[in-house]
């Protein structure tokens, strides 16, 4: 997958997907003084809304750039393309980021929010006490969901192994996950608020027992990272990104139908209730019209990677972090342009 010509495989298809139906229209300039940048994305999810926006209305063109996204699910394949040259940037979690930046100088410069993660139970189960001799599912031994509620349940007063049971499912959906609530197979997981959505309109009745940030747990989804060589090299270029991705934020949150086009388009969702779920709850929610990132989502990943790699043990969010670009655009007021 690092190779150039797998990178080609995937992002033919995917460039001539983009090229057509545009949503919206932002002036732009000429094709001939486009700086060419490709980027790749792990996930089809609301976090991807702004990146999808600013491709589909021409706002990267309209900074001066030639963007091709292209969708890769692994994040090792992911950051095998960003060492090798294949793609530029990366929209990953902050753990896929740490954990290449202990290998190779990775830095994340932008973050797209957290992930609106909620502890979800079966119905019968209405307080965090009730999780006491149950069985909690998460996704894969060491994966983010396993090492989320790893952390998270001995927050509530949960040991797992001792007053309740975590077991890998072997599912990586949320969603499937949730329906072995259902099918007696678990008691209680992880899921989005777009999976609450369509568990209401299913008529499925579920506990929500709480966000987890709320208990201090975050992690992200779509973290923006670059080696330090690329930021300081094409500044001008990751500039420009930034504030097309910001620009495409602002348009997300103040113009619902672009974002209902866009997440028909990418996200194959045409239900009206669900579609207004995904506005609210990315662009009006989690992801932030200034696009910082989530220091105590990198300090978690720090502890997640640590346990596989233990040179990442005891390092610092700063030595994975470089919001320097961030802070030159919003010091020239970019931000404040869209809060008038």
Do not use: C
């Not at 973290?223 to 500044?235: H, M, N, P, Y």
Request: aromatic letters at 8%.
């Amino acid at each position: 997958m690092g190779s150039k010509k797998s990178i080609v495989l995937l992002a033919l298809p995917l460039a001539v997907f983009m090229s057509s139906g545009r949503v919206g229209v932002a002036q732009d300039k000429s094709d001939k003084k486009l700086k060419p940048l490709t980027l790749s994305y792990s996930s089809i999810s609301g976090t991807r809304l702004p990146l999808w926006i600013a491709k589909e209305s021409r706002l990267f063109e309209k900074y001066g750039l030639n963007v091709s996204a292209v969708h890769i699910a692994s994040g090792s394949a992911t950051y095998s393309a960003l060492i090798a040259g294949d793609v530029q940037i990366v929209s990953d979690t902050a753990s896929a980021a740490v954990a290449a930046g202990a290998r190779v100088p990775i830095v994340i410069f932008a973050g797209s929010g957290p992930i609106a993660y909620k502890l979800i139970a079966h119905p019968s189960i209405t307080s965090i006490e009730g999780l006491k001799g149950k069985t909690i599912g998460s996704s894969f031994v060491g994966a983010g969901s396993d090492f989320l509620l790893r952390r998270l349940l001995p927050k509530l007063g949960i040991v797992p192994g001792k007053d309740a049971a975590l077991i890998p499912t072997g599912v990586g959906r949320s969603d499937l996950r949730i329906q072995m609530i259902f099918q007696g197979k678990i008691d209680a997981t992880l899921g989005s608020a777009d999976n609450i959505a369509r568990l209401e309109l299913s008529g499925q009745k579920v506990t929500i027992l709480g966000d987890l940030a709320d208990w201090g747990v975050v992690t992200t989804g779509g973290d923006f990272a670059a080696t330090r060589q690329f930021l300081k090299e094409q500044r001008p270029v990751v500039k420009a990104f930034l504030m097309a991705l910001s620009e495409a934020t602002w348009m997300g949150r103040t113009d619902k139908e672009i974002t209902f086009k866009i997440a028909r388009k990418y996200m194959k969702i045409d239900h009206p209730t669900i579609l207004e779920s995904i506005h609210k709850n990315y662009l009006l929610g989690t992801i932030p019209a200034k696009p910082y990132p989530v220091e105590a989502a990198v300090e978690t990943a720090i502890e997640e990677v640590s346990l596989t790699q233990p040179l990442v043990k005891g390092k610092k969010p700063a030595e994975f972090l470089d919001v320097s670009i961030l802070k030159e655009i919003e010091s020239e007021g970019f931000f404040a342009r869209f809060q008038r």
